[in-house]
Protein backbone atom coordinates (compact mmCIF):
# COMPACT_ATOMS: atom_id res chain seq x y z
CA UNK A 1 0.00 0.00 0.00
CA UNK A 2 1.50 3.13 -1.28
CA UNK A 3 1.81 5.87 1.79
CA UNK A 4 -0.47 9.05 0.97
CA UNK A 5 1.35 11.89 -0.71
CA UNK A 6 1.93 14.71 1.82
CA UNK A 7 -0.86 17.95 0.76
CA UNK A 8 1.41 20.54 -0.80
CA UNK A 9 -0.90 23.05 0.17
CA UNK A 10 -2.67 25.67 -1.98
CA UNK A 11 -1.35 26.08 -5.61
CA UNK A 12 0.86 29.16 -5.58
CA UNK A 13 1.39 31.28 -8.54
CA UNK A 14 3.95 32.55 -9.64
CA UNK A 15 6.21 34.51 -7.10
CA UNK A 16 7.56 36.86 -9.10
CA UNK A 17 4.60 38.67 -10.63
CA UNK A 18 6.21 42.46 -10.85
CA UNK A 19 7.91 42.44 -14.05
CA UNK A 20 10.01 45.55 -15.60
CA UNK A 21 8.51 47.01 -18.38
CA UNK A 22 11.96 49.41 -19.37
CA UNK A 23 12.86 48.94 -22.71
CA UNK A 24 15.66 50.72 -25.51
CA UNK A 25 13.56 53.66 -26.47
CA UNK A 26 15.48 54.20 -29.76
CA UNK A 27 15.07 50.71 -30.65
CA UNK A 28 10.99 51.47 -30.03
CA UNK A 29 11.16 54.44 -31.44
CA UNK A 30 12.75 53.24 -34.34
CA UNK A 31 10.01 50.64 -35.08
CA UNK A 32 7.11 52.83 -34.48
CA UNK A 33 8.61 54.85 -37.49
CA UNK A 34 8.06 51.67 -38.97
CA UNK A 35 4.45 51.13 -38.87
CA UNK A 36 3.36 54.33 -41.14
CA UNK A 37 5.57 53.80 -44.41
CA UNK A 38 4.30 49.71 -44.07
CA UNK A 39 0.77 50.82 -43.76
CA UNK A 40 1.08 53.32 -46.42
CA UNK A 41 2.44 50.55 -48.72
CA UNK A 42 -0.27 48.15 -47.99
CA UNK A 43 -3.03 51.24 -48.51
CA UNK A 44 -1.09 52.30 -52.25
CA UNK A 45 -0.94 49.05 -53.23
CA UNK A 46 -4.20 47.75 -51.90
CA UNK A 47 -5.71 50.62 -54.53
CA UNK A 48 -3.53 50.58 -57.25
CA UNK A 49 -6.06 50.56 -60.79
CA UNK A 50 -9.05 51.09 -59.08
CA UNK A 51 -11.12 54.43 -58.46
CA UNK A 52 -10.46 54.70 -55.01
CA UNK A 53 -7.32 56.61 -52.93
CA UNK A 54 -5.47 55.58 -50.32
CA UNK A 55 -7.43 57.01 -47.68
CA UNK A 56 -10.86 55.11 -48.29
CA UNK A 57 -8.95 51.56 -46.50
CA UNK A 58 -6.28 53.11 -44.70
CA UNK A 59 -8.70 52.81 -41.18
CA UNK A 60 -9.48 49.03 -42.24
CA UNK A 61 -6.07 48.01 -43.30
CA UNK A 62 -4.56 49.46 -40.42
CA UNK A 63 -6.62 47.35 -38.34
CA UNK A 64 -6.06 44.20 -40.15
CA UNK A 65 -2.02 45.39 -39.67
CA UNK A 66 -1.70 45.26 -35.93
CA UNK A 67 -4.20 42.13 -36.06
CA UNK A 68 -1.24 40.88 -38.55
CA UNK A 69 2.32 41.85 -36.98
CA UNK A 70 1.04 41.12 -33.34
CA UNK A 71 1.09 37.70 -33.41
CA UNK A 72 3.12 36.96 -36.09
CA UNK A 73 6.07 38.67 -34.07
CA UNK A 74 5.40 36.13 -31.41
CA UNK A 75 5.56 33.50 -34.09
CA UNK A 76 8.43 34.83 -36.41
CA UNK A 77 11.48 34.42 -34.35
CA UNK A 78 10.79 30.56 -34.08
CA UNK A 79 10.25 30.42 -37.06
CA UNK A 80 13.17 31.99 -38.74
CA UNK A 81 15.29 30.17 -36.24
CA UNK A 82 13.71 26.75 -37.47
CA UNK A 83 14.35 27.07 -41.11
CA UNK A 84 18.06 27.55 -40.27
CA UNK A 85 20.82 25.37 -41.08
CA UNK A 86 20.37 22.38 -37.96
CA UNK A 87 24.21 22.12 -38.24
CA UNK A 88 24.62 25.90 -37.08
CA UNK A 89 23.32 27.98 -34.13
CA UNK A 90 20.01 29.46 -35.54
CA UNK A 91 20.40 32.22 -33.13
CA UNK A 92 23.30 33.23 -34.78
CA UNK A 93 21.82 33.15 -38.22
CA UNK A 94 18.84 34.82 -37.33
CA UNK A 95 19.28 39.24 -37.06
CA UNK A 96 18.84 40.20 -33.90
CA UNK A 97 18.21 43.58 -34.02
CA UNK A 98 13.98 44.43 -33.61
CA UNK A 99 14.23 46.97 -36.15
CA UNK A 100 15.14 44.51 -38.91
CA UNK A 101 12.56 41.41 -37.79
CA UNK A 102 9.73 43.96 -37.68
CA UNK A 103 10.48 45.34 -40.78
CA UNK A 104 10.66 42.13 -42.41
CA UNK A 105 7.74 41.42 -40.47
CA UNK A 106 5.56 44.86 -41.90
CA UNK A 107 6.88 43.91 -45.59
CA UNK A 108 5.20 40.99 -45.39
CA UNK A 109 2.40 41.87 -44.51
CA UNK A 110 2.18 45.05 -47.18
CA UNK A 111 2.90 42.18 -49.54
CA UNK A 112 -0.28 40.46 -49.09
CA UNK A 113 -2.22 43.69 -49.13
CA UNK A 114 -1.69 43.93 -53.01
CA UNK A 115 -4.25 43.43 -55.58
CA UNK A 116 -4.74 42.44 -58.75
CA UNK A 117 -3.25 45.48 -60.58
CA UNK A 118 -0.36 45.68 -58.47
CA UNK A 119 0.69 42.21 -58.86
CA UNK A 120 0.83 42.00 -62.55
CA UNK A 121 2.43 45.28 -63.80
CA UNK A 122 6.02 47.13 -62.98
CA UNK A 123 4.34 49.05 -60.58
CA UNK A 124 5.98 47.73 -57.31
CA UNK A 125 9.19 48.55 -59.18
CA UNK A 126 8.30 51.91 -60.68
CA UNK A 127 9.44 55.71 -59.26
CA UNK A 128 5.81 56.19 -59.25
CA UNK A 129 4.56 54.01 -56.14
CA UNK A 130 7.46 55.03 -54.05
CA UNK A 131 6.76 58.74 -55.10
CA UNK A 132 2.87 57.84 -53.54
CA UNK A 133 3.95 55.87 -50.58
CA UNK A 134 5.94 58.95 -49.64
CA UNK A 135 3.25 61.67 -50.19
CA UNK A 136 1.02 59.39 -48.27
CA UNK A 137 2.71 58.81 -45.25
CA UNK A 138 3.10 62.88 -45.19
CA UNK A 139 -0.49 62.87 -45.23
CA UNK A 140 -0.94 60.47 -42.49
CA UNK A 141 1.61 62.67 -40.28
CA UNK A 142 0.37 65.99 -41.22
CA UNK A 143 -3.42 64.29 -39.85
CA UNK A 144 -2.03 62.37 -37.20
CA UNK A 145 -3.91 59.70 -38.66
CA UNK A 146 -1.85 57.31 -36.27
CA UNK A 147 -0.12 59.44 -34.16
CA UNK A 148 3.23 58.28 -32.62
CA UNK A 149 2.49 57.75 -29.31
CA UNK A 150 -0.17 55.51 -29.92
CA UNK A 151 2.38 53.81 -32.50
CA UNK A 152 4.88 53.86 -30.13
CA UNK A 153 2.69 51.19 -27.95
CA UNK A 154 2.55 48.65 -30.84
CA UNK A 155 6.35 49.35 -30.92
CA UNK A 156 7.04 48.00 -27.47
CA UNK A 157 4.56 44.86 -27.84
CA UNK A 158 6.32 44.22 -31.19
CA UNK A 159 10.04 44.71 -29.69
CA UNK A 160 9.54 42.41 -26.60
CA UNK A 161 8.31 39.77 -29.21
CA UNK A 162 11.39 39.65 -31.48
CA UNK A 163 14.15 40.41 -29.00
CA UNK A 164 14.68 36.63 -28.34
CA UNK A 165 18.08 37.96 -26.34
CA UNK A 166 16.68 40.30 -24.44
CA UNK A 167 19.42 42.70 -25.32
CA UNK A 168 17.03 45.41 -25.95
CA UNK A 169 14.31 45.44 -23.04
CA UNK A 170 14.27 44.10 -19.32
CA UNK A 171 13.04 40.86 -18.63
CA UNK A 172 13.53 41.12 -14.94
CA UNK A 173 10.79 40.35 -12.57
CA UNK A 174 10.71 40.78 -8.71
CA UNK A 175 8.44 39.47 -6.10
CA UNK A 176 7.33 42.97 -4.34
CA UNK A 177 6.47 46.43 -6.32
CA UNK A 178 9.47 47.17 -3.33
CA UNK A 179 11.85 45.41 -5.30
CA UNK A 180 10.63 46.41 -8.88
CA UNK A 181 11.17 50.06 -7.86
CA UNK A 182 14.26 49.36 -6.55
CA UNK A 183 15.38 47.65 -9.69
CA UNK A 184 14.31 50.35 -11.86
CA UNK A 185 16.59 53.22 -10.38
CA UNK A 186 19.51 50.98 -11.82
CA UNK A 187 17.86 49.40 -15.02
CA UNK A 188 19.84 49.49 -17.94
CA UNK A 189 16.52 50.17 -19.72
CA UNK A 190 15.75 53.39 -17.96
CA UNK A 191 15.24 56.32 -19.29
CA UNK A 192 18.26 58.87 -18.80
CA UNK A 193 18.14 62.85 -20.34
CA UNK A 194 21.61 64.13 -21.93
CA UNK A 195 23.08 66.65 -19.51
CA UNK A 196 24.73 69.13 -22.34
CA UNK A 197 23.19 72.11 -23.17
CA UNK A 198 20.64 72.70 -26.08
CA UNK A 199 20.32 68.59 -26.18
CA UNK A 200 17.03 67.47 -25.42
CA UNK A 201 17.52 63.13 -26.80
CA UNK A 202 16.53 60.45 -24.16
CA UNK A 203 17.69 57.31 -24.28
CA UNK A 204 18.16 54.11 -22.38
CA UNK A 205 20.72 54.78 -19.64
CA UNK A 206 23.06 51.91 -20.83
CA UNK A 207 23.49 54.27 -24.08
CA UNK A 208 24.98 56.63 -22.18
CA UNK A 209 28.22 56.35 -23.09
CA UNK A 210 27.17 55.57 -26.92
CA UNK A 211 25.37 58.99 -26.98
CA UNK A 212 27.91 61.26 -25.45
CA UNK A 213 30.77 60.00 -28.05
CA UNK A 214 28.05 61.00 -30.89
CA UNK A 215 25.93 64.37 -29.07
CA UNK A 216 26.12 67.03 -31.45
CA UNK A 217 26.39 69.74 -28.67
CA UNK A 218 28.49 68.09 -26.35
CA UNK A 219 31.49 70.80 -25.59
CA UNK A 220 34.49 69.25 -26.97
CA UNK A 221 38.72 70.93 -27.10
CA UNK A 222 39.51 72.12 -30.81
CA UNK A 223 40.72 69.12 -32.48
CA UNK A 224 43.11 71.33 -33.78
CA UNK A 225 44.59 72.17 -30.39
CA UNK A 226 43.76 75.67 -30.19
CA UNK A 227 42.44 76.90 -26.77
CA UNK A 228 38.93 77.16 -27.98
CA UNK A 229 36.16 74.64 -26.65
CA UNK A 230 33.43 73.70 -29.45
CA UNK A 231 30.20 72.19 -29.58
CA UNK A 232 30.75 69.09 -31.96
CA UNK A 233 28.24 70.09 -34.40
CA UNK A 234 30.54 73.32 -34.97
CA UNK A 235 33.78 71.80 -34.80
CA UNK A 236 34.16 71.46 -38.81
CA UNK A 237 33.29 74.82 -38.85
CA UNK A 238 35.12 76.27 -36.37
CA UNK A 239 38.45 74.20 -37.86
CA UNK A 240 38.30 75.47 -41.17
CA UNK A 241 37.32 79.21 -40.55
CA UNK A 242 38.56 81.02 -37.35
CA UNK A 243 40.97 78.63 -35.72
CA UNK A 244 43.81 79.89 -35.06
CA UNK A 245 45.51 76.39 -35.52
CA UNK A 246 44.09 76.21 -38.99
CA UNK A 247 46.84 75.46 -41.29
CA UNK A 248 47.43 77.68 -44.10
CA UNK A 249 50.38 77.87 -46.98
CA UNK A 250 52.65 80.40 -46.60
CA UNK A 251 51.55 84.13 -48.94
CA UNK A 252 55.24 83.75 -50.45
CA UNK A 253 53.88 79.71 -51.46
CA UNK A 254 53.14 80.71 -55.40
CA UNK A 255 56.92 82.50 -55.64
CA UNK A 256 58.54 79.52 -53.89
CA UNK A 257 57.79 78.78 -50.17
CA UNK A 258 56.12 75.42 -50.17
CA UNK A 259 55.74 75.74 -46.17
CA UNK A 260 52.44 75.46 -43.96
CA UNK A 261 52.02 76.51 -40.82
CA UNK A 262 49.17 77.39 -38.13
CA UNK A 263 47.59 80.57 -38.99
CA UNK A 264 48.49 81.90 -36.02
CA UNK A 265 52.34 81.62 -36.41
CA UNK A 266 52.27 83.23 -39.79
CA UNK A 267 54.03 86.70 -37.90
CA UNK A 268 56.77 83.96 -36.80
CA UNK A 269 56.90 82.22 -39.69
CA UNK A 270 57.31 85.49 -42.10
CA UNK A 271 60.23 86.89 -39.46
CA UNK A 272 62.14 83.48 -39.15
CA UNK A 273 62.14 82.84 -42.89
CA UNK A 274 62.74 86.48 -44.22
CA UNK A 275 66.18 85.68 -45.64
CA UNK A 276 64.57 82.83 -48.14
CA UNK A 277 61.02 85.49 -49.04
CA UNK A 278 63.53 88.10 -49.87
CA UNK A 279 65.07 85.42 -52.29
CA UNK A 280 61.97 84.58 -53.77
CA UNK A 281 60.67 88.39 -54.18
CA UNK A 282 64.12 89.62 -55.73
CA UNK A 283 64.13 86.54 -58.25
CA UNK A 284 60.86 88.24 -59.02
CA UNK A 285 61.70 91.44 -59.43
CA UNK A 286 64.42 90.81 -61.31
CA UNK A 287 64.24 87.82 -62.86
CA UNK A 288 67.58 86.83 -65.01
CA UNK A 289 69.44 89.95 -64.14
CA UNK A 290 71.24 89.23 -61.45
CA UNK A 291 73.29 85.68 -60.71
CA UNK A 292 72.10 83.39 -57.71
CA UNK A 293 75.23 84.73 -55.13
CA UNK A 294 73.97 88.49 -56.28
CA UNK A 295 70.68 87.62 -54.90
CA UNK A 296 72.04 86.51 -52.17
CA UNK A 297 74.38 89.14 -51.39
CA UNK A 298 71.55 91.39 -51.89
CA UNK A 299 69.43 89.50 -49.84
CA UNK A 300 71.82 89.99 -47.01
CA UNK A 301 72.57 93.57 -47.41
CA UNK A 302 68.53 94.08 -47.17
CA UNK A 303 68.65 92.26 -44.11
CA UNK A 304 70.92 94.49 -42.08
CA UNK A 305 69.38 97.57 -43.76
CA UNK A 306 67.81 99.65 -41.68
CA UNK A 307 64.45 98.91 -43.17
CA UNK A 308 65.04 95.47 -41.87
CA UNK A 309 62.30 95.18 -39.46
CA UNK A 310 59.85 96.88 -41.63
CA UNK A 311 60.61 94.02 -44.05
CA UNK A 312 59.73 91.18 -41.49
CA UNK A 313 56.84 92.41 -40.54
CA UNK A 314 55.91 92.43 -44.50
CA UNK A 315 53.10 89.41 -44.72
CA UNK A 316 52.40 88.92 -48.35
CA UNK A 317 54.68 88.97 -51.87
CA UNK A 318 52.73 92.48 -52.61
CA UNK A 319 54.27 94.21 -49.28
CA UNK A 320 57.20 92.38 -49.25
CA UNK A 321 58.10 93.45 -53.32
CA UNK A 322 57.27 96.91 -52.37
CA UNK A 323 59.23 97.56 -49.21
CA UNK A 324 62.29 95.81 -51.11
CA UNK A 325 62.19 98.30 -54.19
CA UNK A 326 61.87 100.99 -52.24
CA UNK A 327 65.44 99.65 -50.39
CA UNK A 328 66.90 98.54 -52.98
CA UNK A 329 65.84 102.21 -54.77
CA UNK A 330 67.37 104.26 -51.69
CA UNK A 331 70.61 102.23 -51.73
CA UNK A 332 70.80 102.56 -55.61
CA UNK A 333 70.85 106.11 -54.80
CA UNK A 334 73.18 105.98 -51.85
CA UNK A 335 75.68 104.45 -54.25
CA UNK A 336 75.41 107.03 -56.91
CA UNK A 337 76.06 109.73 -54.12
CA UNK A 338 79.24 108.30 -53.05
CA UNK A 339 80.42 107.43 -56.69
CA UNK A 340 80.41 111.31 -57.54
CA UNK A 341 83.67 112.99 -56.64
CA UNK A 342 83.13 115.96 -54.09
Known amino acids: MDLPLPDP ?37 NTTGLFRGPASVAVLIRKEMVDYITPRSETFVAETMAQGDGNADPAEEASDDPADIVSDIVDEFARSKR ?85 RIKFSAAHREKHDAECPFKILPCEQKCSESIMRLEMDRHCITVCPMKLMNCPFYQIGCQSAFPQCTLEKHCEEFLHSHLLYVLQVIHKQEASEEEMEQRAQLLEKSERQKELSEALDVRSLTMAVKEQEAKMKKLEHDLSIPS
Not at 13 to 20: A, H, I, M, N
Not at 35 to 41: Q, T, V
Request: with cysteine; glycine share 4%.
Open 9 to 45: GPVKEDVLSFSCDQCDKETMHKIAQLLNPGLAAACID
Open 115 to 199: NFFSRVSAWILSDSREDKIDDFVQEMETNAFWPMERREVIAETLLRNVDFKNAYHCSMKFESEQQLAEHGDSCGFRIAECTNERC
